[in-house]
């Protein structure tokens, strides 16, 4: 289904959203029409925070909201659906639109799978009727749905949308950049080459991926990585609680812009142990690129003084590798809660490939590492 065709169904003049690869279509189709309008389209940087500007937006004007999502973002809106948007509690409808990733039969990564197999039943849980979106659904189907969809929106409860891999479409092509000039894949491979073995933890996404072959090329043993694969946003916490149980290692979180952004309080809470075995770097390129390239909000953010109001003690941004390879071994030998932001461009190779082992010996070789 094109989807223009269905934004003309669902017939609502704002969007927020979390953007999905699955929902790629959609996500362009938004920045193209409205680009990041306040009054249109909002990316937010958590499905919670995206309820949350849903309900206001309802409450303002008293029409219906969009809230665009990955499946792995129902379980940040279970709290506002269950205690803001319910019927029993302010009856504030919404429509949902969900990537369905990790759909039973369908071939996808881990973390997805068994999300994908509880996708629907969520929905059902929280009384949110829904309504599976593939390539064969028409147009006409959507507009039947709709009709009662409006019905269940009118009494103050919310519908959702579970959209499957290629169900909807859009032939214009949106190119997303920035002027940074450092590759993220030749960021990590500088930190690799000062951390020596020194364990890290490495953020969802591209991130770990281009750290798992990195290891391939440089014939290292994957164990010194932890590939946080999933939970998007939680990072530099399962760094954090590594650093605080083994002080006497130096523990390095590799972290992308819309993880941080996705759950920034942790900053807060790891800024208050202040664990000086622990180097937070930051790779910023203003982008959610793993899912297609649409924009975060951290171009606009100083996240250096953001670190350092969180209680981070050495804190710096940096945008070339002579700058960096300065700033990383200088952090190495620091005992300080350290936070690096290396400015990123937008790209990476079209031939990257995903890690050849299981989450599970990932886990092992990462926990037999540590206890050596």
Known sequence: MNVEDFVNVLDSDFYTGVPDSQLKALCNYLMNTYGIDRKH???????????????????????????????????????????????????????FVIGWRGQPGVHDEPQHIYQGEITCKLLDLMDIKNFVISKDTTVGELEEIM?????ILESGKNVAFVVEKGALTYDVKVKYSN??????????????????EDPIVSTTG?????????????????KYDFLTVGSMGHTSSIALGVAINKPDEKVWCIDGDGSVLMHMGSMAVAGNFKPGNLVHVVINNGAHETVGGMPTVAVSMDLVEIAKSCGYEYAVSVDN????DVELEKVKSMDKFCFIEVLSSIGARDDLGRPTTTALENKENFMNFLKE
């Open 321 to 324: 590798f002579d700058d960096l």
């Open 179 to 196: 002027d940074n000039d450092l590759v993220r894949e030749e960021i990590i491979e500088h930190i690799v080459d000062v951390t020596g």
């Open 41 to 95: 389209h909002i990316i937010a940087a958590n499905e919670g925070n995206c309820a949350a500007l849903a309900a206001g937006y309802h409450l303002a004007t008293g029409k219906v909201p969009v809230v665009y999502m990955q499946n792995s973002g129902e379980g940040n809106i279970i709290n506002p659906v269950a205690s803001l948007l319910n019927d029993q509690v302010y009856a504030i409808p919404c429509i």
């Open 206 to 222: 591209k991130a770990s991926r281009e750290l798992f072959e990195i290891r391939e090329r440089n014939n290292q043993s994957h």
């Open 147 to 151: 009709v009662k969809f409006r019905e």
